[in-house]
């Protein structure tokens, strides 16, 4: 970022963090191939401009992510807020299993901190609510961690409210974790009714929409044949059609204040409050330039209002995940 502009900070539970992350995944073949000397280049460039805060998962490339992220952040731990996650399982051929047994945990953290080669991690999630095991025990074990000087926080991702609630009951949660932008928000409105009440943090994952916000995706051909956003609905013929009407109007907002749609719907989330923390993920260090220069666009209350009217929650076509998916989040 230029040097007359500071990347503004936030909090996740004690934890101070650039409010604008970093989300890892993409480092690891989800959106098409990647390559691991690029995606140090772009850890180091974002680490650089003053982002802080990494997210990845030991479900990202199952293990080569955070390998990866390890291999990144040597000699610079202390730039970083440090947030992984665990809780899905391996299903060769079929969906992804859960596992919040405690156990399982203690097992999970442990794999984690060994490939991401360091001591403690910052933020510790459980990736999806295991429905066959009682959160209080999959929590409960999860704060034992914090006991054991491995997690200094701990957090959940796509947790129902009520869920987050009874959590919050056993062991304070630092952050929720939920895909949240002007595209898809409707689950994480409702899931910020109970965040804002117990004082949890709110970190948005795919805020650009899986790159639909950007104005750069107007049909499959754009995507590599490997990427899996292929299989999303939201990308399906007759449902990226009616999206990409959506987007039309923010690339025309955008326009009119001077910067790119991503940008623009960053600034929109970050104006929805000081508990949210978005973490884009991107492979080029020249989209991530982009992302952080969402801290310069100063948006007004109109501005804001105006967007989300442009945009209303539930406009978006076509589920967040395929059928498969859905079914494992908002738990």
Request: hydrophobic fraction near 40%; include cysteine.
């Amino acid at each position: 970022m230029p040097d007359d502009v500071a990347l503004p900070v936030r909090k996740l539970g004690s934890i101070a963090v650039s409010a604008i992350g970093l989300g890892c995944m993409s480092f690891s073949g989800v959106y098409g191939p990647s390559d691991d000397a690029n995606a140090i280049d772009v850890i180091h460039a974002a680490l650089d401009r003053g982002i802080s805060l990494l997210d990845t998962s030991d479900m990202y490339g199952w293990g080569h992510n955070e390998e990866l992220v390890g291999r990144a952040i040597k000699g610079r731990r202390g730039q970083v807020v440090l947030a992984t996650k665990f809780g899905q399982t391996q299903n060769p051929g079929g969906q992804n299993g859960v596992n919040g047994r405690p156990e399982y945990v203690q097992q999970a953290c442990e794999a984690s901190l060994r490939r991401l080669r360091i001591d403690e991690i910052d933020v510790y999630y459980q990736h999806r609510v295991d429905p066959a095991v009682p959160i209080e025990e999959t929590v409960g074990a999860m704060s034992r961690l914090i006991s054991q000087g491995k997690v200094r926080e701990i957090a959940l991702s796509e947790a129902h409210p009520e869920t987050i609630a009874r959590a919050h009951k056993i062991h304070p949660i630092a952050a929720i974790q939920s895909e949240y932008s002007l595209l898809y928000r409707v689950e994480a409105e409702a899931t910020r009714q109970t965040t804002r009440e117990l004082g949890i943090s709110f970190c948005a994952y795919s805020p650009l929409g899986r790159a639909l916000l950007t104005g750069q995706v107007s049909n499959l051909d754009a995507l590599p044949a490997s990427d899996g956003r292929r299989r999303h609905p939201r990308f399906a013929d007759e449902n990226l059609e009616k999206n990409l009407l959506l987007v039309g109007r923010v690339t025309a907002f955008a326009e009119e204040k001077g910067c790119t749609p991503a940008q623009l719907v960053l600034a929109w989330l970050l104006s929805q409050g000081p508990d949210i923390v978005p973490i884009p993920g991107t492979k080029r260090t020249e989209r991530l330039l982009e992302n952080l220069g969402a801290a310069r666009v100063e948006l007004s209350v109109d501005d804001v209002a105006r967007l989300s009217e442009m945009v209303p929650a539930g406009a978006a076509a076509g589920t967040r995940y395929p059928q498969g998916g859905m079914a494992g989040v908002f738990i």
